[in-house]
């Protein structure tokens, strides 16, 4: 009996320090990132710019590598993160908020904001409200008026179902209390051609890339509570009498599934916002358009539970 | 009528009644939004094939082709020995596994003359093949495959 | 003529080598299974990410231009083809192959797919302005339109039986139904996780095109011998030239339909080699020669694909949208560069010199295309000669390989093998895997904008939706297209049937019959004979006209 327990504190002690060593040498090798888009996309070019310091010896010490696994609007690659991926800070994953956390509800999925945890946020593309370069409509007033006279005959497009796009657009049907119609194209590209062909009346689209095609559209106003740095002109929903909040806004950020020690999850996040706001990082983000904005984990784990909340009160309203 | 199209025209035409009824029922609609429209498409397909299968049944075919089962059924066996090994031992382990093996079982007489050179010979060429493999993709195009056991 | 003063860009040491290692690396990657010219431009992105911009659009241009072309390699040597785009070009390229004439089969091909490639980027400098309005002009419907003009020649494309073709299309389509449908909001016939993320276009391709060619190299191991084949070519290179430039029905069928193909937004980028081959097939005079090893079946598919990528970059540049798939990919690439697109991009201080320098490099990239894949065409002789168990092992873990670098998805493995071990048993009951490509890559560009366009037009007309499906120029041009495709093909099919019966009758006919008889014949088919001429004379004048 005394043997055995000897040899219980003996081997627990034993992996315990195994257990310790593992924990002092994180991170020893280069870490991946999953993103749920393919190469090329924002999502996957924002991730690759976010992470570029994550090699200075005073931030994680190690190179960070992309692996992108897309398919079925992100859910092909935060299914296998959240159930196959390792949990010991070797692997994690770029977020779409709310795109995953609408997806949790609406699909049976084995993700939700309880089998991930945030590390850090470093961007945030609101949905913007646009109309084409020819449209009659020149304020979001002119747009309702429309409404008004043509009930379900003002069509908004946006990119596919239960994304930002979707979102905005719930809001602002119920917010303004009128007949619209959403066409959910088959991506943000997709859906930016059927404004500018000017195929629909209006669309909502990331503000990173409205900004840019500034030539062929009107951007009416932004769905987010203040006005944006790069659009300083251009009034929020809320300033244009629809009660719109920041909901629908797509930030970005860094996750690692639930289950990874928790001093791997500390180290993380205390990194994550200074990698984020490395100013190479920041120049880089500038210069291609990307808008950032810096969150801690703290702050993203408050942003995960309101939006779970509201999304699930907003969805299931759809039934 | 040749046996495959038979057998073809027994499938198809059970796939048809399959998708007719899955499209129509919509029982395997996991999404609780489910609209009439989602499975219009499908059903216009599923009733396209049904017809089709009807006619499949009159279709003659006087080409007869056969499967030398014989040769085939290594090759399928050690297909799914791959597939399901490469995911536990790792892509490359794998891979040259499944060469060597492929080209030590599928040989013409003539390559058995001398045993071991040959052997030696065909699990360097496996070796060199994967090392290519191994450059072209983890090198050169930084794809990240499954390492599995021994990377 | 603002391309030529930046020429001088391109010629410097540094860029001149990016565009060779470029397309010597396309070319190659382009021949492998799964890396499609979409999948290894969006892998080497990352690559271009510390590159300055010029020379990171050099590198992503020349490996477009090389992929592109390379894709064919693989479909003539071994009838797999590299990407969606080649399918066409393995229908008759490999029969050439098989023939012992692979090396021209490979010449036809660089050679037509450099005329297209030119042809392609002249339109890219010279008409960017009025394509652009024009691009914008396919809409919802329009493409709706071109994608049942997709499915009107399934059924013809590569089947002898009607039935057979169309029932491969369908079950491509069906196929192409399965997963996630961002439009809809749903997951549809998604009976296990493997299949959640859908049957993606290339793993689709590698499975049914390159798994029946594996299992087909096993079964036939010990009962066939392996022909070697001659691969010394029967021709010069200067023979080659002058062929495909005699083809100029051929070539500019090819350039046209690319180009057109390249400016409509979407994932049409695919088809334009399938399309092009069909119409040419239609206007040829030996049709029956086509799948059997028609040189001009290889020089239409090539030169469409390379036409397609100039004016690909058309809507991409000035509208921020892309004309083909690896455009999507591109604009990421511009992006990351801060290059944005817009209708300033050719004027604008910023961006016209790297803009420019781009263009310019695609033609650069089009003559090093040309200069080393005929240089490789010269060495691949020995692909041929690949016994066939080391063949077949290659086919195998490459198309693995090659299908799970496209997602990173074990999956998407699974999917491949199993679609492409069903696949090789449907060709023993002669179903083809073509119609079935192109079932998956039409089905879901039919499917989501007949949906939106339901939508849209539900939202204009109420339940008159149906209007704006029917209503506008190119519309209604499209469908008249789309009955002319059906009838033509009708009308083909049964002209191709009374060939084969009058040529079964005129096999009745022997020195045996009268005079009389031979001209009876001879009126019942259409043509007067003169009865003063010698018997055998009538007969050769019945044979040849039966040919044509």
């Known amino acids: 009996m005394k043997l055995m327990k000897i040899t219980k504190i003996a081997l627990l002690a034993a992996t315990s320090l195994m257990f310790m060593h593992a924990q002092a040498d994180y991170p020893d090798k280069p870490i991946g990132v999953m993103v749920a888009y393919g190469p090329g996309g924002a999502t996957d070019f924002q991730a690759r710019i976010a992470t570029l310091a994550s090699g200075k010896e005073a931030l994680i010490g190690q190179p960070i590598y992309i692996l992108n696994k897309p398919g079925a609007g992100g859910r092909t690659g935060w299914n296998w993160f959240a159930s196959e991926a390792p949990k010991d800070g070797s692997m994690l994953a770029a977020y779409n908020v709310p795109h995953f956390i609408a997806q949790s509800i609406v699909f049976d999925t084995a993700y939700n904001i309880n089998t991930l945890e945030p590390l850090g946020n470093w961007g945030a593309d609101p949905a913007v409200l646009i109309v084409g370069k020819d449209s009659p409509f ?15 005959a003002v069509t908004i497009s946006g990119a596919g179902k239960f994304v930002g796009h979707h979102i905005a657009f719930l809001q602002f049907a119920k917010a303004s209390g009128r007949d619209l119609t959403y066409i959910p194209a088959k991506g943000g590209v997709d859906a930016l051609r059927l404004v500018k062909a000017g195929e629909v009346s209006a669309g909502f689209n990331n503000l990173s890339d409205s900004a840019r095609s500034a030539a062929d559209l009107k951007i009416l106003a932004v769905a987010d509570l203040t006005r944006h740095a790069y659009l300083p002109d251009v009034p929020t929903l809320m300033e244009s009498g629809v009660d719109v909040d920041d909901s629908s806004v797509n930030f970005r950020g860094l996750m690692v599934p639930a289950g990874t020690p928790q001093d791997v999850i500390d180290f993380l996040a205390s990194k994550t916002p200074d990698m984020f706001n490395d100013k190479k990082t920041q120049g880089k983000m500038k210069s291609t358009n990307s808008p950032a904005r810096v969150m801690t984990r703290d702050e993203v784990i408050v942003m995960w539970n309101e939006r779970q909340a509201y999304l699930t009160d907003l969805l299931s309203g759809l039934q | 009528m040749n046996q495959y199209l038979k057998i073809s025209t027994l499938i198809v035409t059970a796939l048809a009644a399959v998708l007719l009824f899955t499209s129509f029922q919509e029982v395997f609609n996991p999404s609780p939004w489910g609209e009439n429209e989602d499975y219009l498409f499908p059903r216009f397909i599923a009733g396209g094939i049904a017809v089709l299968a009807l006619l499949l049944w009159f279709e003659r075919d006087d080409k007869g082709k056969s499967t030398n089962f014989m040769d085939l059924l290594p090759g399928l066996g050690l297909i799914l020995a791959y597939l399901i090994s490469m995911n536990t031992i790792g892509f490359y382990v794998a891979s040259m596994i499944m060469f060597f093996a492929v080209i030590m079982i599928y040989k013409k007489p003539e390559e058995t003359k001398d045993f071991w050179r040959v052997l030696l010979i065909k699990l360097s060429i496996s070796a ?13 195009l930084q794809v990240r495959l499954p390492g599995g056991l021994f990377f | 003529m603002e391309f030529l003063d930046y020429f001088s860009n391109v010629f410097t040491v540094y860029h001149i080598a990016l565009l060779v290692g470029g397309t010597f690396a396309g070319i190659i990657l382009g021949a492998l299974p799964g890396l499609s010219p979409t999948m290894s431009v969006a892998l080497l992105i990352p690559f271009t990410f510390h590159m300055k911009p010029e020379s990171g659009l050099i590198l992503l241009g020349a490996m477009y231009t090389a992929t592109v072309a390379g894709g064919a390699i693989s479909a003539i040597l071994v009838n797999v083809p590299g990407a ?8 008759d390229g490999h029969q050439m192959a098989k023939k012992g004439l692979s090396r021209e089969a490979l010449h036809y091909c660089f050679i037509s797919s450099f005329v297209g490639g030119i042809f392609g980027v002249f339109i890219l400098i010279f008409f960017t302005p009025p394509l652009a309005r024009l691009s914008l002009e396919f809409g919802t419907t329009e493409l709706f339109w071109i994608a049942i003009l997709g499915i009107t020649i399934i059924a013809t494309i590569d089947s002898k039986s009607v039935v057979k073709g169309l029932l491969s299309g369908l079950l491509g389509l069906m196929l192409a139904t399965i997963g996630d449908n961002p439009v809809l909001g749903v997951e549809r016939f998604v009976f296990t996780d493997h299949l959640e993320g859908g049957v993606n276009i290339v793993v689709g391709l590698i499975g049914l095109f390159a798994m029946p060619q594996v299992l087909n190299l096993m079964e036939k191991y010990y009962s066939e011998k392996s022909a070697v084949l001659s691969t010394e070519g029967h021709s010069s290179l200067m023979q080659s030239f002058r062929f495909v430039f005699s083809k100029v029905k051929a070539l500019s069928i090819g350039s046209f339909i690319g180009s057109l193909v390249g400016i409509i937004p979407g994932a049409g980028g695919q088809i334009a080699g399938l399309v ?18 028609e040189p001009e079946g290889i020089i239409a598919a090539e030169s469409a694909n390379n036409s397609m990528v100039g004016p690909s970059l058309i809507p991409l540049l000035t509208l921020s949208i892309p004309g083909s798939p690896t455009a999507a990919v591109l604009l990421g690439g511009l992006l990351i560069h801060g290059i944005f697109p817009g209708h300033e991009i050719f004027v604008s201080e910023n961006t016209a010199p790297v803009v420019w320098t781009f263009i310019d490099s695609l033609i650069l990239a089009q003559i090093f295309m040309l200069i080393i894949g005929l240089f490789l065409s010269r060495h691949s002789g020995w692909i041929m000669k690949v016994p066939d168990n080391y063949m077949a092992v290659s086919i195998l873990v490459l198309a693995v390989f090659g299908t799970y670098s496209i997602g990173n998805s074990y999956s998407d493995v699974i999917i491949m093998v199993v679609l492409g071990t069903i696949m090789f048993f449907a060709s023993k009951a002669g179903f083809s895997a073509v119609p079935v490509v192109l079932g998956i890559i039409l089905g879901p560009i039919a499917e989501n904008n007949f949906l939106l366009g339901k939508l849209i037009g ?12 029917t209503t506008g120029t190119i519309n209604v041009t499209l469908i008249v297209i789309c009955i002319a495709s059906i009838t033509y093909g009708l009308y083909s099919n049964r002209k191709s049937k009374k060939k084969k019966d009058e040529a079964k009758s005129f096999d009745n006919l022997t020195n045996r019959s009268s005079k009389d008889d031979l001209e009876e014949h001879g009126r019942t088919i259409g043509i007067e004979l003169d009865k003063r001429k010698s018997k055998k004379s009538l007969l050769k004048e019945l044979k040849d006209f039966v040919k044509k």
Request: neutral net charge.
């Open chain 1, 138 to 152: 020149n304020t979001v007033a002119d747009l309702l008026a429309h409404a008004d006279a043509n009930p379900g």
């Open chain 3, 458 to 469: 539900g939202a204009r007309y109420g339940d008159d939706w149906m209007i704006y499906f």
């Open chain 3, 276 to 293: 092009a081959y069909d119409q040419t097939k239609k206007v040829s005079k030996n049709q029956s020669n086509y799948g059997k090893g």
């Open chain 2, 128 to 140: 060199v093949f994967t090392l290519i493999l191994y450059c072209l993709f983890t090198l050169m």
């Open chain 3, 84 to 91: 969606p785009a080649n399918i066409a070009t393995a229908m």
